[in-house]
């Protein structure tokens, strides 16, 4: 089956910098690519995705790259903030289910 | 607030209990999901029901009783736990339950924080 695989489990940046988040995943069949971003005290939510005919994907400050040869996908957190600080969690869609990453928890210190 | 709504939001029991955990969608969405969430643990998918059809059990114990009486309700009966059940349940919905159109979860609910004494 799939697996993904996380990076870093915890990240503490300064506000006003950037975010970067890693996974890789095992199955080359995989197509889709979500991450969602979870705050204490409630359920994932999904905040930007990207299908494997895309490299690329932006939304205001988040983007997300892929790279299909090298099955890695990452997301990309610009200017950050102190209410970015969560849980994102990346997940690879293959054959038959979505499998999801461990999680890292940034930490935004204002 | 995601359309996808759990309650109770906290529950404790002993491990003779039986208890229920509801999740309703307000979405029209056609697929839905019990997820478990363990501290320092990926995000396990436990059942999905696809037009109120269970379409996907992964090897949860008998324990764990999913119902899905239509497409806008999904319960998740409880029996005979054990203290390594306390986690987060988490319930989810797609319109689609294909991975490729991005089902297995789109939308989550809060989740009910569950604990077993």
């Known amino acids: 089956g799939e697996n993904v695989e996380q990076h870093p489990s915890t990240l503490s940046v300064q506000e006003g910098d950037s975010a970067v988040i890693k996974c890789t995943y095992s199955d080359s069949a995989s197509n889709y690519f979500p991450w969602y971003k979870q705050e204490l005290g409630k359920g994932p939510q999904l905040i930007i995705d990207i299908r494997s005919n895309v490299g690329e994907k932006k939304d205001q400050r988040i983007a997300v790259t892929l790279n299909k040869t090298a099955k890695h996908f990452s997301l990309h957190i610009t200017e950050t903030q102190p209410e970015d600080s969560a849980v994102y969690f990346c997940?690879?869609?293959?054959?038959?289910?979505?499998?999801f990453g461990s999680g890292t928890r940034l930490q935004v210190q204002p | 607030e995601t359309g996808v709504t759990q309650t109770p939001r906290h529950l404790v029991m002993g491990m003779t209990n039986k208890k229920s955990l509801k999740c309703e969608q307000h979405?029209?969405?056609?697929?839905m999901y019990w997820y478990k969430q363990s501290a320092k643990k990926p995000l396990e998918l436990m059942f999905v029901?696809?037009?109120?059809?269970?379409?996907e059990n992964n090897s949860v114990p008998s324990r764990f009783s999913p119902e899905c009486p239509n497409s806008s309700h999904l319960f998740l009966h409880l029996h005979t736990l054990q203290p390594e059940d306390s986690a987060l349940y988490l319930c989810?919905?797609?319109?689609?339950?294909?991975?490729?159109?991005?089902?297995?979860?789109?939308?989550f609910g809060p989740g009910t924080r569950l604990t077993v004494l």
């Open positions: 989810a919905s797609s319109q689609a339950p294909t991975p490729a159109s991005g089902g297995n979860g789109r939308f």
């Open positions: 979405l029209g969405h056609n697929a």
């Open positions: 029901y696809n037009f109120k059809e269970q379409t």
């Open positions: 997940a690879a869609a293959g054959r038959r289910a979505l499998t």
